[in-house]
């Protein structure tokens, strides 16, 4: 896979780095990056994945771009009030990298679709903010082998991992909370998605690029009142639902 004049200058950061170099940028250029929902999380991921180089970037989300979202997605802008988010979303990637490929899917993914709108993904980012979705997100990648970066936010912290084989996300949240939490109904400050969306379009770059020592199996909690963050180990659930075996 060779490189473009415009790309080598593009990503020259990039090919300077001993973790990344033209292999890494190979694999990002070779990579296909699907992404749930186009929030809080999705909208500064997809920016940094196009930004970055991921050849193919595959938006999910059946959503329009409504007022109270520019507070905090950043991909959007006033005039594109009611447009389909993958539709805005795809213009503007194009225009920030050419290079990269915008597969958009306007759907909702649910069970029924999941395994045909991941199919083909070398990984996938999940900034859903319903526990549901999240479940069936976490069981396609578990039957289908892929990488799952699993992000959320609220109020002023936010949460990243990732999960591939075991432990699942369903060993950290085993059933929906019955005290489950969304932005619409906490708030949350709108800076937080740029640091939450920007650590899981960094995880992501790491699996690609096999550099570093992504979050498999390890919680990152950012706290952003008391500007903090800490890591937890998460313990595979040997009657997880999802990916217990036997």
Not at 25 to 32: E, G, T
Not at 110 to 135: K, Q
Not at 159 to 176: D, H, M
């Amino acid at each position: 896979m060779t490189f473009s004049d415009d790309e080598i200058e593009r990503y020259a950061r990039h090919l300077m780095l001993a973790e990344v170099g033209g292999p890494g940028q190979q694999r990002l250029k070779a990579a296909r990056v699907a992404l749930i929902g186009l929030g809080g999380i999705g909208a500064p991921a997809s920016l940094y994945l196009a930004a970055a180089g991921a050849g193919t970037l595959r938006l999910i989300d059946d959503d329009a771009v409504s007022l109270s979202n520019l507070q905090r997605q950043i991909l959007f802008q006033t005039p594109d009030l009611d447009r389909p988010k993958v539709e805005v979303g795809g213009e503007r990637l194009t225009a920030l990298n050419p290079h990269v490929q915008i597969e958009s899917r306007p759907v909702r993914l649910s069970g029924e679709n999941a395994a045909n709108l991941l199919a083909d993904c070398d990984v996938v980012i999940d900034g859903t903010d319903d526990f549901e979705t999240r479940f069936i997100v976490n069981a396609a990648c578990v039957d289908a082998g892929l990488p799952l970066v699993s992000a959320a936010l609220g109020r002023w912290s936010g949460q990243v991992s990732v999960f591939s084989g075991q432990p699942c996300y369903r060993c950290l949240v085993p059933e929906i909370p019955p005290d489950a939490e969304t932005c619409a109904r906490v708030g949350v400050v709108g800076a937080l998605a740029g640091v939450i969306g920007a650590m899981a379009a960094m995880e992501a770059i790491k699996l690609i690029t096999q550099a570093g020592d992504p979050l498999t199996g390890r919680l990152l909690i950012y706290d952003g009142l008391m500007a903090t963050t800490r890591a937890v180990v998460i313990p595979a659930d040997p009657h997880c639902p999802t990916c217990a075996v036997g």
